[in-house]
């Protein structure tokens, strides 16, 4: 057996001669005790702290039992009398429960209420010493914390039940509204094979009904990507930007050519995250870069990888020399159908920046935006690298 502390010694020699250390443990650590005189069970002291914390004024208690026996839970006054009878019979049996009592208030107050058995030379119980622990404040906030549980499950059964009524309202109108485009497309097709027979105006109008087929199927088909991206729980593994941004780049390559855009690309890192959508992603960040150019400027676009806080995130930023975005629309370019341009000044659907936004709150990540009017755009996009 280890040897006592001296400091144990001296403590327990201290609290047994000098009352006031008594006191100062008790109040310090307890809610209350009470001292019941088995040998003549009408007779039980409660400290004035009991009673406090139940809101009764220990002034007018007069030390029976029967006072905190009526304002206990009597289910829980059952239990508590269950192991009481248990403890007494055999020591080790602990006698140990939560308990609840009604507040002088009508509040509800839950106490640890644990005690243990004096006992005479036979062993024979004849006192019991016990101490209280208000637990109120705990209770409350577990109670609280489910209730919040239990309000955000809900929240989140509603999402997921109207991102699925929203995905299955979107893929029914992209899908019914294809067949119709493509009908008009083959009909305006059709009526130009024999251009001879229109006039100038007719060819003209006809141009502009084929533009506004092309621009609605253009809109659709980002629509519906767009609404499969969301709620869609993403499956994620080692992707390499650099090989995607090739990809894109392959992509793009008419484009690159016919505006001579020059792209400089930079330690592109390796993320974990879904191929389709970084392909996605950084299909629309390369190609607005390219479209949002100045007027006699060739694009030139740098694409550099970083990790930070770290290597906890990842990312690349995507810098142009555009005609940048103006302070005041940073977060508007994020917003579904906004755009900055007429379609005939820049054709587009508003969606691309939308679906960027979403493909990084798929993630987990994040998409920040810095430019000014007339002075190229950087776009900043970050991950949790795992
Ligand atoms: P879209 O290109 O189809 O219009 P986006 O959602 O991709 O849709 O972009 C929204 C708007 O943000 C664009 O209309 C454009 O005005 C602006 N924008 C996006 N990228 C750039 C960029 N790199 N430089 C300047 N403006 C941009």
Redesign the pocket.
């Known amino acids: 057996m280890t040897e006592k502390h001296y400091l144990e010694n001296e403590l327990e020699h201290l609290v047994s001669s000098d009352i006031s250390m008594w006191h100062f443990l008790q109040k310090g650590s307890l809610d209350g005790i009470w001292y019941w005189d088995l040998e003549n069970p009408e007779n039980e002291y409660m400290s004035p702290q009991f009673w406090e914390v139940l809101g009764h004024d220990p002034a007018t208690k007069k030390h029976d039992p029967v006072e905190w026996q009526d304002i206990i839970f009597q289910d829980d006054l059952a239990i508590a009398l269950d192991n009481f009878n248990k403890h007494c019979e055999d020591p080790t049996c602990p006698y140990d429960q939560v308990v609840r009592y009604r507040h002088k208030d009508g509040s509800t107050v839950w106490v640890r209420c644990r005690g243990i058995a004096v006992r005479d030379s036979n062993g024979k119980p004849i006192r019991m010493l016990g101490a209280h622990n208000d637990l109120t404040a705990v209770k409350e906030a577990e109670e609280a914390a489910l209730m919040r549980a239990d309000l955000l499950k809900i929240a989140y059964e509603e999402a997921n039940a109207s991102n699925e009524e929203l995905k299955a309202f979107s893929f029914g109108v992209s899908h019914d509204l294809k067949s119709p485009i493509n009908t008009i497309s083959m009909i305006l097709n059709e009526v130009l094979q024999e251009p001879d027979k229109l006039t100038d105006k007719q060819r003209m109008l006809i141009k502009s009904g084929q533009d506004t087929a092309k621009r609605m199927r253009m809109l659709v088909d980002?629509l519906s990507d767009y609404t499969h991206l969301i709620g869609q729980s993403v499956v994620k593994e080692r992707v390499d930007l650099s090989q995607i941004t090739q990809q894109v780049v392959e992509d793009l390559k008419s484009d690159i050519c016919d505006t001579n855009a020059q792209l400089h690309i930079e330690d592109m890192p390796n993320v974990h995250a879904s191929p389709v959508q970084m392909r996605i992603l950084l299909q629309?960040?390369v190609?607005?870069?390219i479209?949002?150019r100045k007027k006699d400027t060739s694009p030139v676009i740098e694409m550099k990888g970083f990790d930070n806080e770290m290597g906890k995130m990842a990312g690349f930023t995507i810098k142009?020399n555009?005609?940048?975005?103006d302070k005041s629309?940073h977060e508007?370019?994020?917003g579904l159908f906004?755009?900055?341009?007429r379609y005939d000044e820049?054709?587009?659907?508003?969606?691309?920046?939308?679906?960027?936004k979403r493909i990084l709150i798929n993630h987990g990540g994040q998409i920040e935006l810095r430019?000014a009017s007339n002075k190229?755009?950087l776009?900043t996009c970050q991950f949790p690298v795992s």
Not at 338 to 341: E, F, I, P, T, Y
């Open positions: 980002e629309n960040l190609s607005n870069a479209k949002y142009d555009g005609i940048g975005i629309q508007t370019v994020f906004k755009r900055l341009h820049v054709p587009g659907t508003g969606l691309g920046l939308t679906i960027c430019s190229g755009s776009f």
